[in-house]
């Protein structure tokens, strides 16, 4: 028997390619470049996207260039190696997995040019993308000269053919909405009270961009809104939408007090939100590229390095979407990230459940609080104002529609000409109260539920209980679309026009067919008849047409108000 030792091996090539790839979103380039320069000390970031032809191709080029305090031999290894950070035990710098600027592996060619110390540092990786696709470590020519008197220190990262020189998303509104969202430049330190926040300032330019954009770090929370009775007097109906407050709040987990989290809660109504980020959807505008709607963007983002990373919703939702009301950042140092900081899910559930707890109390804090109270305040306020305003509305209209109406007199009561299928029901209604023999049927039961539902039985029949019981379909115009009921049982049809000519064909909702039938009137029989015709049947359905039967039966003609 022989016992020996197995040293686990890596392998590198493939790890790299792995890292590279497990940064899916091309934006992510410009997040690990501004959070290099932060942990730089840069103060001033220039991120400049062009495309440049080469042998008649277009290639992209990206240049980021800061003036921090620059790489030395031993940091400029640490920023090409795998998992090997200048960093790790900085609490104070962003990166600490030596992961991050494996993003910049995904492109052709990456040139470093950094200065520290007097002296300058030439880095130049080629086709690193296409080595490590070979299984191949690619090798970074370095060339060290004296700094140009007068160069100050800074490093600029020169990237050609990122992401297979796939452009689309690298114009200026998306860049600018990704910077100011989940970069190092999205930090709410600025909300917190007594907190330093360093003045950077990133000059951006995308593809479609004619010059430089300075964006000013801080994430672009909306003005506080007025107070609620200023809001209403403003905007009446829309009060709601226009309001916005904010919670500020720090504190330390209650099961492990030694790790404490920062907040940030806008509560914002949805025209707010609107009109403070151009690139929300929004009706009656055509979509562009990047856009997304406050269902895709808003509700509680969980933030590392002040940098948000995963959005935790359900957190916050007990209803449905009341977390599109929010605006929220938390911030916790305790969160451990995975390899592409895209979650926290390498954080001890212990934590994250304490963490959990906190944002619910500030979450049930809020809902119980003014804030909320305010809400509600203007939404009912708003309801009120809307119900009284569109009685008033509603009332002018119908004195409108009152004046203008066709009436015609029966028995000195004043009918007016129905507009609706309900108002052919009441004019019927009214006509079998002055003549209970206008029509062969009587009313024995009827429902409003869904349109006007009537049964009927015939005019000198037996007693209720004896008698066989039908509908009577009723509308405004007869047209050739189905029928409610099936024909089978409907004695008769009510309707104040039809516009199906003779012989067309209408059909109940089971499918079964009848004929058009219009008889004109004759020296026996005045009356235009109308009927539904069955092909295999003697049973027709009589169609009361009230506008031709009422005024050949009764001489009545609607005529305007005089």
Known sequence: MSAYEIT??????????EIANDFANPLDVVREAISNAFDAGATCIHVTFKAVTEYGNRILVISIKDDGKGMNKETLQCFFDLGNSSKRGDSLSIGEKGHGTKVYLNCSEITVITTQNE?????????????????????????????????????????????????????????????????????????????????????????????PEAIKIGHPFPPVSK??????????VNAPDWYCNKVVKSGNLKKAPEISFDAVFYIEGNRVKLSHNSMLRRPGRARFEGDYTVQERYGLWLCKDFIPIQRKNEWITFKGSEYTKF???????ALKLTANRGSIDNTPSDIIDDLRESIMQIYDDIVSGEDWINISYLENEAEAYRSTELETKSFCLRIKRAKRANIAAYKDVILIQPERESGVFSLVVQLMTLNKEIFPFEIVDYDTHQGIDVIV???????????????????????????????????????WDTDIKNDDTIEDFGGNKRIMKIAPPTEADRQTKYFLDEARGDRKIEVFVLKDFLKEKLGLEFRPRA
């Open 457 to 495: 039985k015939s005019v000198g029949g037996p007693a209720l209980d004896s008698s066989k019981l039908f509908y009577v379909e009723f509308k405004h115009t007869l047209s050739a679309g189905k029928f409610n009921h099936s024909f089978n049982n409907t004695h008769s049809t009510v309707c």
């Open 327 to 333: 605006h929220a950042f938390v911030n916790c140092q």
């Open 8 to 17: 686990p091996q890596v392998d590198a090539a493939q790890e790299f390619i």
């Open 227 to 236: 107070s609620v009775n200023d809001l209403f007097d403003q905007y009446k």
């Open 119 to 211: 002296a300058t540092l030439t880095a130049l990786l080629q086709n690193p993308f296409q080595r490590l696709s070979d299984r191949q470590i690619p090798t970074v020519a370095v060339q060290e000269n004296k700094a140009v008197p007068g160069t100050v220190a800074g490093t600029e990262i020169i990237i050609k053919g990122y992401n297979g020189n796939q452009r689309q998303k690298f114009r200026q509104a998306i860049l600018k909405d990704h910077i100011q969202w989940f970069t190092k430049m999205a930090s709410f330190e600025g909300e917190l009270l007594g907190r330093d926040v360093p003045e950077v300032t990133v000059y951006l330019q995308g593809l479609d961009a004619s010059k």
